[in-house]
């Protein structure tokens, strides 16, 4: 187990297409985040999952966004009728207690 | 609402001198602080966390809840130094995970 790992890491795709990301955590870490980066900025909050329950999500994460986490293993994130604003880093972070490790990011370009 | 301001966008140093990334914060309840660095081409990675009270690759940070400030020193800059770093605040929410905030990140530059 190296770490935590994103596919794909980059992905380019047109205004108004699905797209999905994936995330495999550290295994035995029960806590799975999501955070988007934008250029210049750090990454935010997007949402939390402990095991498979998502209990908490940002008022950034629309309607067009879902997170899932089958099982408490891996996570997906989804974006539906993707818009040029989503173009981001989108990072995904594990931990068992505190401190969190994150992924290498997954970057988006909405075309 | 929790905030974090990093001042400085970007900062270079000379090899050999003193390095100080500024951290401001503001939260009303017991804050939780860390610095993250990424350096070049590598994912984000934790350097300290102020309770672990440790010296990582010669940096400390102490909480000054006073001035609401949780800046980054070393002593002694080192070319390898040189990478992009993020302060964050944890806050425990209700449900029980720490929900990281960011600074806008510093780059430090160290010059040869």
């Known amino acids: 187990d190296t770490g935590v790992s994103q596919n794909p890491r980059h992905k380019i795709t047109k205004r108004g297409q699905n797209v999905t990301f994936r995330c495999d955590p550290i295994?035995?870490?029960?806590?799975l985040y999501w955070y988007r980066q934008t250029l210049g900025q750090g990454p935010e909050f997007l949402t939390y999952?402990?095991?498979?329950?998502?209990?908490?999500k940002s008022r950034l994460l629309s309607d067009r966004f879902s997170a899932e986490r089958p099982k408490g293993s891996f996570s997906t994130l989804e974006i539906q009728r993707t818009e040029q604003g989503d173009s981001a880093m989108y990072l995904c972070?594990?931990?068992?207690?505190?401190?969190?490790?994150f992924g290498p990011g997954t970057r988006l370009l909405v075309l | 609402a929790q905030r974090v301001t990093q001042p400085e966008k970007l900062l270079s140093v000379f090899k050999g001198a003193p390095v100080e990334l500024k951290c401001n914060y503001s939260?009303?309840?017991?804050?939780?602080l860390f610095w993250y660095v990424q350096y070049s081409r590598q994912r984000l990675q934790l350097l300290l966390r102020?309770?672990s009270r440790e010296s990582i690759k010669g940096f400390t940070a102490d909480l000054n809840k006073g001035e609401t400030s949780f800046h980054l020193k070393k002593p002694f800059a080192q070319e390898e130094d040189s990478a992009m770093y993020y302060c964050?605040?944890?806050?425990?929410?209700?449900?029980?995970?720490?929900?990281?905030?960011f600074g806008t990140g510093t780059r430090l530059t160290i010059i040869p």
């Open positions: 972070a594990s931990s068992f207690v505190s401190t969190q490790y």
């Open positions: 295994s035995e870490h029960n806590r």
């Open positions: 999952f402990q095991n498979e329950a998502q209990l908490e």
């Open positions: 939260y009303s309840g017991s804050p939780e």
């Open positions: 102020h309770i």
């Open positions: 964050a605040l944890s806050i425990l929410t209700n449900f029980g995970n720490e929900k990281l905030t």
